[in-house]
């Protein structure tokens, strides 16, 4: 039954145990991908416990007794190149260090066999202490732990009760260096972890790997002048006279000097190879060296163009602006707009992120956007007062929008397509009189612009313009019509809201929306509001259930002239009624031409109303 359980064991329960094996903590924010349960697995609070004395591998205490075997890894990294090299230093304190050492990872070799692992075949936890023992003895790693744990030396003194001074242990003892393994994997382990700069840790093990091989490069070079028939004929015997009985520290020195001159290709000469050994080994270690700088440029290169990447996106982007400026001779007030445009694009991508939130779920998309725009909807006089489904629903869609100062964000006439909400900042609302601009009024937070065009769609009948660095959110046209249409009461409420609005606006305002009363007029706005609450309303009276569709055009344009036939007055836009005969009169009563003939823009004649889209030109004359 236990080995059944064990087979059969989600790793999930395993990663929570954070703190004890018995201990529960629902944060997988940093778990290791590889101990993630295998896609179907059924997993949950009521899976089995690990069995009796079995290590969780991501158990906190088991976590710092790794770490704190990292710390012994680095001592033992510079005691085996020492040890070979200098043998006066592999006895006396430092002898009794490495007995130390040795006996806390032959502890962690013993706890190996307590530990947990992941199958790779089924993905899920084994705890079984038969089969983790069987695997870890048969696996590579066993022999080499041992191998690399024993101490040979003691070990001969014990046996034979004396010291042996050759250099076999000095080589046997270089088999520690397995052990930096644990070194390799804490970094891979560190670099992925948020709570860690990826900078600084990849800087940090690019100068271990630096220091690691000036240390060893320079205890092998003294090694190898320590063991030449004639150490006057050595690099470092031809410098410093019996240096053999010297101190170890001066002849490390010397070597340390060697090893970073050499690695750095400084190559000043005063230390250098003498006889063919030695030569040999400059050679082997200065192509080593070229393969280990350029691994060390490389990634500090990438480390710091990284960081900057940005930056020349932005300054290319800024050039080639003023390339096309210059080459297009446009206006300086025009180029400025143009760079200041591109300058708050890359300041306000941080905030923006839209390629983070593409990742993400729509959920969590959802819930950005209820934090971060509700409020400010729902506080707009348009919707006030519409259910909590609808508000939802429109702020999920939002896209967020930043505008410097001096640039048009909608233009009188253009195709309304957007409207918007201002999140801070200010606009200017425009009109455009014999070639000059006239301000008619300002906005602030909170307030809207572009739905006079949506709603009644009709092409925009202002400019808006920032005044200073705004933020704006955008609902889209059609987005906010399949939204609003299959509501009903959220939908009078909003045309309640909008019709009180239309009455509301400045005279100003009014007199240049010359077209205003005529739309009022179409759309039976004073039944709207005096029929708000009924529940008999007909929803069909508004302009959101009037969205527009290829099959049934709703609003056309007219004209009492012939088409390209330059006239002052310009068109009206009106509801296109059911026939051509109620066409005609319309046109005689809106425009006081009667006429006869339809045609379109481009001079063909209308003879079926149902050809007609939304926007078409009609002239009738």
Same mark, same amino acid.
Not at 246 to 252: N, P, Q
């Given at each position: 039954?236990?080995?059944? $359980?064990?087979?059969?064991?989600?790793?999930?329960?395993? +990663?929570?145990? !954070?703190?004890?094996?018995?201990?529960?903590?629902?944060? +997988?924010?940093?778990?290791?991908?590889?101990?993630?349960?295998?896609?179907?697995?059924?997993?949950?609070?009521?899976?089995?416990? *690990?069995?009796?004395?079995?290590?969780?591998?991501?158990?906190?205490?088991?976590?710092?007794?790794?770490?704190?075997?990292?710390?012994?890894?680095?001592?033992?990294?510079?005691?085996?190149?020492?040890?070979?090299? =200098?043998?006066?230093?592999?006895?006396?304190?430092? *002898?009794?260090?490495?007995?130390?050492?040795?006996? @806390?990872?032959?502890?962690?070799?013993?706890?190996?066999?307590?530990?947990?692992?992941?199958?790779?075949? %089924?993905?899920?936890?084994?705890?079984?202490?038969?089969?983790?023992?069987?695997?870890?003895?048969?696996?590579?790693?066993?022999?080499?732990?041992?191998?690399?744990?024993?101490?040979?030396?003691?070990?001969?003194?014990?046996?034979?009760?004396?010291?042996?001074?050759?250099?076999?242990?000095?080589?046997?003892?270089?088999?520690?260096?397995?052990?930096?393994?644990?070194?390799?994997?804490?970094?891979?382990?560190?670099?992925?972890?948020?709570?860690?700069?990826?900078?600084?840790?990849?800087?940090?093990?690019?100068?271990?790997?630096?220091? =690691?091989?000036?240390?060893?490069?320079?205890?092998?070079?003294?090694?190898?002048?320590?063991?030449?028939?004639?150490?006057?004929?050595?690099?470092?015997?031809?410098?410093?006279?019996?240096?053999?009985? !010297?101190?170890?520290?001066?002849?490390?020195?010397?070597?340390?000097?060697?090893?970073?001159? %050499? *690695?750095?290709?400084?190559?000043?000469?005063?230390?250098?190879?003498?006889?063919?050994?030695?030569?040999?080994?400059?050679?082997?270690?200065?192509?080593?060296?070229?393969?280990?700088?350029?691994?060390?440029?490389?990634?500090?290169?990438?480390?710091?163009?990284?960081?900057?990447?940005?930056?020349?996106?932005?300054?290319?982007?800024?050039?080639?602006?003023?390339?096309?400026?210059?080459?297009?001779?446009?206006?300086?007030? $025009?180029?400025?707009?143009?760079?200041?445009?591109?300058?708050?694009? =890359?300041?306000?991508?941080?905030?923006?992120?839209?390629?983070?939130?593409?990742?993400?779920?729509?959920?969590?998309?959802?819930?950005?956007?209820?934090?971060?725009?509700?409020?400010?909807?729902?506080?707009?006089?348009?919707?006030?007062?519409?259910?909590?489904?609808?508000?939802?629903?429109?702020?999920?869609? $939002?896209?967020?929008?930043?505008?410097?100062?001096?640039?048009?964000?909608?233009?009188?006439?253009?195709?309304? %397509?957007?409207?918007?909400?201002?999140?801070?900042?200010?606009?200017?609302?425009?009109?455009?009189?014999?070639?000059?601009?006239?301000?008619?009024?300002?906005?602030?937070?909170?307030?809207?612009?572009?739905?006079?065009?949506?709603?009644?769609?009709?092409?925009?009948?202002?400019?808006?313009?920032?005044?200073?660095?705004?933020?704006?959110?955008?609902?889209?046209?059609?987005? @906010?019509?399949?939204?609003?249409?299959?509501?009903?009461?959220?939908?009078?409420?909003?045309?309640?809201?909008?019709?009180?609005?239309?009455?509301?606006?400045?005279?100003?305002?009014?007199?240049?929306?010359?077209? *205003?009363?005529?739309?009022?007029?179409?759309?039976?706005?004073?039944?709207?509001?005096?029929?708000?609450?009924?529940?008999?309303?007909?929803?069909?009276?508004?302009?959101?259930?009037?969205?527009?569709?290829?099959?049934?055009?709703?609003?056309?344009?007219?004209?009492?002239?012939?088409?390209?036939?330059?006239?002052?007055?310009?068109?009206?836009?009106?509801?296109?009624?059911?026939?051509?005969?109620?066409?005609?009169?319309?046109?005689?009563?809106?425009?006081?031409?009667?006429?006869?003939?339809?045609?379109?823009?481009?001079?063909?004649?209308?003879?079926? +109303?149902?050809?007609?889209?939304?926007?078409?030109?009609?002239?009738?004359?």
């Amino acid at each position: 039954m236990g080995e059944v $359980l064990s087979e059969t064991r989600s790793p999930l329960p395993l +990663l929570y145990r !954070r703190h004890s094996s018995g201990e529960v903590l629902k944060n +997988l924010a940093s778990v290791s991908s590889s101990l993630l349960p295998a896609f179907g697995t059924l997993i949950g609070d009521d899976s089995p416990s *690990l069995k009796k004395y079995v290590i969780a591998p991501y158990d906190r205490r088991y976590r710092w007794w790794q770490a704190f075997l990292v710390l012994l890894v680095i001592y033992s990294a510079w005691s085996s190149p020492f040890e070979l090299a =200098f043998k006066k230093g592999a006895s006396g304190p430092l *002898l009794v260090i490495d007995l130390v050492v040795d006996l @806390f990872f032959t502890i962690d070799i013993i706890l190996t066999f307590f530990v947990a692992y992941l199958d790779n075949s %089924t993905y899920l936890l084994v705890d079984d202490h038969k089969k983790i023992a069987t695997r870890y003895v048969t696996h590579m790693m066993f022999p080499m732990d041992v191998a690399s744990t024993l101490p040979f030396q003691s070990i001969y003194r014990l046996f034979t009760g004396r010291t042996h001074h050759g250099q076999i242990f000095g080589i046997l003892n270089l088999l520690r260096l397995w052990r930096l393994r644990r070194v390799s994997k804490l970094f891979s382990r560190l670099e992925k972890d948020t709570r860690f700069s990826y900078f600084w840790t990849r800087c940090t093990k690019l100068i271990c790997v630096t220091l =690691f091989a000036v240390h060893s490069a320079g205890c092998f070079y003294y090694w190898i002048a320590t063991h030449h028939r004639h150490i006057e004929d050595t690099w470092i015997g031809s410098i410093v006279q019996d240096i053999e009985h !010297r101190s170890i520290w001066l002849g490390y020195t010397y070597s340390l000097y060697w090893s970073i001159v %050499t *690695l750095t290709t400084t190559g000043y000469g005063d230390l250098h190879a003498i006889n063919t050994g030695e030569k040999v080994f400059n050679i082997f270690y200065m192509l080593f060296n070229i393969g280990l700088t350029s691994y060390l440029i490389g990634n500090m290169t990438n480390l710091i163009v990284h960081s900057a990447v940005r930056t020349f996106v932005m300054r290319d982007s800024i050039n080639e602006i003023l390339r096309y400026a210059s080459k297009n001779r446009l206006p300086e007030g $025009l180029k400025q707009q143009m760079l200041a445009h591109m300058q708050l694009k =890359f300041k306000t991508a941080e905030l923006q992120q839209e390629e983070v939130l593409e990742d993400l779920p729509k959920a969590i998309r959802s819930s950005i956007a209820q934090h971060l725009f509700r409020k400010c909807v729902e506080k707009t006089y348009l919707f006030k007062g519409i259910s909590e489904d609808l508000s939802s629903q429109l702020v999920t869609d $939002l896209k967020a929008e930043y505008f410097p100062p001096k640039v048009e964000v909608v233009l009188e006439n253009e195709i309304p %397509t957007d409207f918007y909400v201002v999140v801070s900042g200010s606009m200017e609302v425009l009109t455009h009189r014999n070639g000059t601009e006239h301000l008619l009024t300002s906005l602030g937070p909170m307030d809207m612009f572009g739905e006079i065009g949506v709603l009644f769609n009709i092409p925009q009948p202002f400019t808006v313009r920032s005044k200073k660095l705004s933020q704006v959110v955008r609902i889209s046209h059609h987005h @906010f019509k399949e939204l609003v249409q299959p509501l009903n009461r959220d939908a009078k409420t909003i045309m309640s809201n909008f019709v009180q609005y239309l009455k509301n606006l400045k005279k100003e305002v009014q007199d240049e929306i010359s077209f *205003l009363t005529d739309h009022l007029c179409d759309l039976n706005i004073e039944q709207v509001s005096e029929n708000h609450d009924t529940s008999d309303y007909d929803q069909e009276n508004t302009p959101i259930a009037n969205a527009p569709s290829r099959s049934s055009p709703s609003r056309v344009i007219i004209h009492a002239h012939k088409p390209h036939e330059e006239r002052p007055e310009t068109g009206k836009v009106v509801h296109l009624p059911g026939s051509v005969a109620e066409l005609l009169e319309l046109v005689e009563k809106k425009l006081g031409k009667r006429g006869s003939v339809i045609l379109m823009e481009d001079g063909s004649q209308v003879e079926d +109303l149902e050809v007609l889209r939304d926007n078409d030109h009609l002239f009738i004359f």
